[in-house]
């Protein structure tokens, strides 16, 4: 589709205009664009909700024939033209409209005497906190909210085309979002299963039984909103800010967008914090192609390409003081390489006191890593005196548990609702007072049609109830679980009779937000956060920044000789071997192929997709970002065509990755007492 401005790429060029430039020139540029419409139905379920919408428009959308399914555009054009030509109610599902060098396939279009109305379907969710007009704009109230600008403009920009169409002329045009509703309830059981999501060759489907009906469907879990008033202070009110610093309107927005992508122009936007996630830099697999990324950072710099090989100042770690990111910031002074940073413009303009918690504070953090940096220090910072304080407060045996969890927009199950989260999976690994170590238990349920989130909870608490020793977790993901596990239980209409014991087990080992001041209030054998001390304790240069524990282990494993001696051999994980395992024969973590990492050491959950590119599907849900290839696979086996080898063979997987998640926990704690205890021998 040469020429024409999608709404796709119109979505690009408000995320960077230089991105026009780059995208669908693959043979010349990188691009490490991940986007998998497969993985990513699987992961998050919007071409489910999608698919989804049609019934809530058309009685059986198969039948009423209601999806333009080609490819071609000139034909889709035709085809939306033929069936809006038609008396009557219609219904369109990916409907085409073009103006000028504008192109958009509207997911339902439903045509009801003189007006189009353009339904975007989105599988974000909305409550009943989103109530009015003012809930989708920012503070001020002369912008749309950073949580909906891109669904808002995504919309105002589909009913711009429409408008200026032909078929402008003849209707008027009301802009809806359909969105998956929080307080809604699925009213049978299986929705999501109704919807399959299946690949065929580079394609994906979603498979639909011919005969299904609305009916079949139970209430709507879908909330429509119409936008046509925010759509207007878009078009006519609100600004955009452009390559050269200044803001233009909608329209001209459009416009410049269009005769820059129709044109074939690179045209460079400032750099900032954005490039953080800009797809189109190389890698080792790409190096041979062109980094648009350098050529951007390049023309705003006039650096050389040396020099921009250097660490850059998107490195920083943290978010950032105040309105403006750190990164900004920096740039803002002039600041592009990791080793310029100074304190003064890293500095918060309104720190906080740290009350009595004892470690690095955030800004020191982030000084740490630039100081290293800038004098070429690879070691890693460690406060072993302030960390053993911390452990001096443990009590034996210790227990490291890690969760594997779905939150999909339609529910698996009758009675839940869209986003309902689903644990079923954990592991668990002990670290006895002598030293050993064992994998002790795990959870793992893949059955369809089974809600399994008060057994889990079962299953968990039966580990962990047999003695008073201390809990751990990586950040907060299995906190939160827990406390939604509690309002599953608390809301149940038709609770287990163990419901007042699951419940006082999850009060005893979570921390919870209570009070108009929100303060946290802790149970008596509350979990330990190993992401919490990482951060106050711990900082390596080999991380770059990151502290997602599939960082953080190849990291502690470069600093301690002696996990690399002891996870670096045979004969000492596995089955009845010195570290126990419950998945394992005889596995060796760290070998010369894949170095210090031992997750390379495991084959892929899903054949053909490494695990960094399906966890990458859920970094807008998960800051840590490290659940997406356990998530993919669940709602994969959700789905009744997957062989049952297939399903053998990806359980296999799930249960080894969920083990070394928790065998990274205890390989840290193993680590730092490993360097701490070396440093007071030398000391």
């Known amino acids: 589709m040469p020429g024409y401005l999608s709404k796709s790429r119109f979505k ?19 691009d490490e664009n991940n986007s998998d419409p497969f993985l990513e139905a699987l992961a998050k379920g919007g071409f489910q909700v999608g698919e989804l919408a049609k019934y809530y428009f058309s009685d059986n959308p198969v039948a009423d024939n209601i999806t333009i399914d080609t490819l071609d555009y000139e ?8 069936m809006l030509s038609r008396e009557g109610r219609v219904v369109i599902a990916e409907g085409a409209f073009v103006y000028d060098n504008l192109f958009i396939r509207a997911d339902i279009i439903v045509k009801e005497d003189d007006t189009l109305h353009l339904y975007e379907v989105k599988a974000k969710s909305v409550g009943v906190e989103m109530e009015d007009e003012k809930s989708f704009l920012n503070k001020k109230g002369d912008g749309i909210s950073s949580d909906w600008a891109s669904y808002l403009y995504d919309l105002a920009f589909q009913k711009y085309v429409i408008v200026n169409s032909r078929w402008g002329e003849k209707f008027k045009v009301k802009a809806h979002l359909l969105l998956a509703n929080k307080e809604a309830v699925a009213t049978i059981e299986g929705l999501n299963q109704k919807f399959r999501i299946i690949k065929d060759g580079n394609r994906y489907r979603v498979d639909v039984p011919d005969n299904l009906t609305r009916q079949d469907l139970g209430d709507s879990i879908l909330r429509n909103i119409q936008f046509d008033n925010i759509i207007d202070r878009i078009w006519n009110e609100f600004l955009i800010e452009v390559p050269d610093g200044t803001n233009k309107g909608f329209r001209e927005y459009v416009t410049l967008a269009s005769d820059i992508y129709e044109n074939d122009v690179q045209h460079f936007t400032a750099v900032g914090n954005k490039c953080k996630s800009c797809q189109f830099r190389t890698t080792e697999k790409t190096k041979d192609l062109k980094s648009g990324f350098r050529e951007c950072w390049k023309n705003h710099t006039g650096y050389s390409d040396e020099l921009l090989s250097q660490s850059l100042v998107t490195e920083i770690w943290g978010g950032g003081s105040g309105s403006i990111s750190h990164v900004d910031n920096l740039i803002k002074n002039n600041i ?32 740490e890593q630039v100081n290293r940096h800038k004098n070429g220090i690879t070691e890693s910072y460690f406060d072993y005196e302030g960390l053993k304080a911390e452990m001096d407060n443990w009590k034996y045996p210790l227990h490291m548990i890690d969760f594997e969890t779905s939150m999909v927009a339609l529910p698996f199950h009758e009675g839940y609702r869209p986003y309902q989260g689903i644990a079923f999976q954990f592991s668990h690994h002990v670290i006895h007072k002598d030293g050993s170590v064992e994998h002790k238990g795990q959870y793992l349920s893949t059955e369809q049609g089974v809600f399994p989130n008060y057994e889990f909870l079962r299953a968990l608490r039966s580990q962990l109830i047999h003695d008073e020793g201390t809990i751990f977790r990586y950040h907060n993901h299995e906190n939160s679980y827990l406390l939604m596990i509690a309002d599953q239980l608390e809301n149940d209409a038709n609770p287990p009779d163990d419901k007042e014991e699951l419940l006082h087990f999850i009060a005893e080992i979570t921390r919870r937000k209570t009070g108009k001041d929100k303060e946290y209030v802790y149970g008596r054998r509350a979990m330990v956060d190993l992401y919490d001390l990482v951060v106050r304790f711990y900082f390596s240069p080999r991380a770059k920044g990151s502290n997602s524990l599939k960082k953080i282990l190849p990291a502690i494993i470069h600093d301690s000789e002696y996990l690399r001696q002891k996870y670096g051999r045979q004969g000492v994980y596995g089955r ?15 070998t010369e192929e894949t170095g210090m990492d031992p997750y390379q050491t495991l084959p892929s959950v899903f054949n053909g997709y490494s695990t960094d590119e399906l966890d990458e599907l ?53 680590g730092w007492r490993d360097i701490g205890e070396n440093s007071v021998r030398k000391g």
């Open 576 to 590: 009845n071997l010195p570290v126990l395992s419950l998945n394992f024969d005889n596995h060796v973590w760290i």
């Open 75 to 82: 034909e889709a054009l035709a085809r939306t033209d033929e």
């Open 618 to 670: 859920v970094k807008d849900f998960d800051e840590l970002g490290d659940g997406g290839a356990a998530l993919t696979a669940y709602n994969y086996l959700q789905f009744s065509e997957v062989p049952q080898d297939q399903r053998d063979d990806i359980a296999t997987a799930l249960l080894r990755y969920c083990e070394l998640d928790t065998l990274a926990m205890v390989m840290l704690v193993e």
């Open 336 to 367: 592009y390489l990791l080793a310029e940073s100074r304190e003064e413009v890293l500095a918060p303009k309104n720190p906080k006191d740290r009350k009595a918690v004892s470690g690095l504070t955030a800004h020191e953090r982030r000084m």
């Open 12 to 30: 690009l060029a408000l995320e960077c205009m230089t991105k026009l430039y780059y995208t669908g020139k693959k043979e010349e540029y990188a």
